[in-house]
């Protein structure tokens, strides 16, 4: 049953314990931290980015090789889109895309391997890359523009009258981005990662259930779970493409507030 | 429905907050109960869905598992951050801006030496076009030279033939007047003799006066 269970593989393992903070030291009170399987799969992305991007660009060769155009091109993907999102003064937040778009992007595509835990599958992480995004636009725009930041909310062009209007839809648009961000990305891989186990362990099942007829109704099912590994492949490279886009519109927003 | 087998596969991997290494399945159901957990009953039956940790809910929102998430991921995405800011972007970008510094450097000698080939056949062709115009005065001026020559020496000729032709007029006019006047004496002399044969003698000079007036 576990096999084949589709909420399984979103589970959080402690793979050794930290510390608590807080609680009477009973079970599941305070604040438990520890090192899980999620906590793993971060670190494991984060070190294949850091170790293919330095070892690849490590001889800093002038006609580059395989790894090192990879490198060079995921560079120049990430800088040709927050120059043309968020312009030439948007380039100091290109570190901040850059990680964003690895990290959401080799996060799903490890997801995608058997037996490995999605990083982007909890909304808790998602939802802190965004509030981070979030964050970042919010200080940076008052910083920059002081309280002109404010401008945002009344659009250049529109009639006094309408502003009573248009005002709080701006505002309500502009506090529910966190939430849209982080619920885009979390839904798009959850629904993936849980279509994938359905149809596969409807696979398993049939064989369990059927024996030999079941290994031919099993094609079916593995063909679909085949069709939606590659859709899967595409919805983690678009998703991770579309977080790093709307984060270089936003930041636009912080540095040009004036629509 | 919960067979101690089965929570014993979902309990596994675990470890439970507590010391205890509860990663020896056997030990798990009573690892917990040493716990003192109040919900160990109901603990196991939560497990049936897989639970890890204590609550049964869907496990992305599972809270208890928020304190750890947010902490390894501010940890590993901010050392990433650190990473990419101080380290992989400036080098990649170091040698973009490399490459194309040298593209650069290779396309502007490339231009210089376009532009040097383009003045040198500039020259070329400023030469070419001078030695063409200098042939051409000196052919024009050679042809004036030989047709001026020609002229005067035609001109020398036509004068010279004109004179002698002239001299040649003037030689027969004078011939001619002379023998004219040779007529008047020779018919006057034939008259004389004719008319000395058939009536004697007259003289000359009237001979010469009849003549004259016949001759009017």
Same mark, same amino acid.
């Given at each position: 049953m576990a096999g084949t269970?589709?909420?399984?593989?979103f589970v959080i393992q402690d793979l050794f314990p930290l510390f608590t903070i807080g609680?009477?030291?009973?079970?599941?009170?305070?604040?438990h931290f520890a090192f899980t399987n999620s906590a793993l799969f971060m670190v494991i992305t984060v070190a294949t980015i850091v170790v293919f991007l330095l070892a690849t660009t490590g001889?800093?060769?002038?006609?580059?090789?395989r790894g090192q155009l990879t490198a060079e091109l995921l560079y120049e993907f990430v800088a040709g889109m927050v120059r043309s999102s968020a312009?030439?003064?948007?380039?100091?937040f290109f570190p901040l895309v850059f990680s964003l778009f690895t990290f959401i992007l080799f996060a799903n595509m490890f997801g995608l391997v058997p037996y490995f835990f999605t990083v982007t599958s909890h909304i808790i992480v998602t939802f802190a890359l965004s509030m981070l995004v979030f964050l970042t636009v919010i200080i940076y725009g008052f910083i920059k523009n002081?309280?002109?930041?404010?401008?945002l909310f009344v659009p250049?062009?529109?009639?006094g009258y309408i502003l009573p209007i248009v005002t709080p839809i701006e505002v309500i648009s502009f506090l529910s981005r966190p939430i849209s961000l982080s619920v885009r990305l979390f839904g798009n891989i959850l629904a993936g990662h849980i279509t994938l186990k359905v149809f596969t362990g409807f696979a398993v099942m049939m064989i369990g259930a059927l024996g030999a007829l079941g290994w031919f109704g099993a094609i079916l099912p593995i063909l679909m779970a085949i069709a939606l590994t590659g859709l899967e492949f595409l919805v983690g490279a678009v998703q991770a493409y579309v977080f790093a886009v709307l984060t270089c519109m936003y930041l636009n927003d912080a540095i040009h507030p004036s629509h | 429905m919960v067979t101690q087998a089965f929570a014993q596969e979902a309990e596994t991997?675990? #470890?439970?907050?507590?010391?205890?290494?509860?990663?020896d399945a056997t030990h798990a159901a009573p690892a917990d109960a040493a716990h003192g957990d109040p919900t160990a009953d109901t603990h196991a039956t939560t497990e049936a869905?897989?639970?890890?940790?204590?609550?049964? #809910?869907f496990p992305p929102f599972d809270p208890a598992t928020f304190p750890s998430q947010l902490l390894w991921l501010a940890i590993t995405f901010g050392a990433l951050y650190v990473l990419m800011s101080r380290v992989a972007l400036p080098r990649i970008g170091g040698i973009l801006e490399n490459r194309k510094a040298l593209i650069d450097a290779d396309l502007a000698a490339a231009d210089a030496d376009r532009q040097k080939t383009d003045a040198a056949i500039a020259a070329y062709e400023k030469a070419l076009a001078e030695a063409r115009s200098n042939a051409q005065s000196i052919a024009n001026k050679t042809r004036d030279a030989i047709n001026a020559d020609l002229a005067a020496k035609r001109a020398a000729v036509e004068t010279d033939l004109s004179s002698k032709v002239s001299a040649a007029e003037a030689r027969i006019a004078q011939t001619k007047a002379e023998a004219l006047t040779h007529v008047d004496e020779i018919a006057a002399e034939t008259a004389q003799a004719v008319v000395g044969q058939i009536v004697g003698d007259v003289s000359p000079d009237s001979v010469r006066a009849a003549v004259a007036k016949v001759k009017e």
């Open positions: 269970d589709p909420i399984h593989q609680g009477d030291g009973t079970e599941g009170s305070g604040l001889s800093k060769k002038l006609v580059p090789t312009g030439t003064a948007g380039m100091k002081g309280p002109k930041f404010l401008k250049a062009g529109v009639p | 991997p675990a #470890v439970d907050g507590a010391a205890a290494p509860a990663t869905h897989g639970g890890e940790h204590e609550s049964g #809910v």
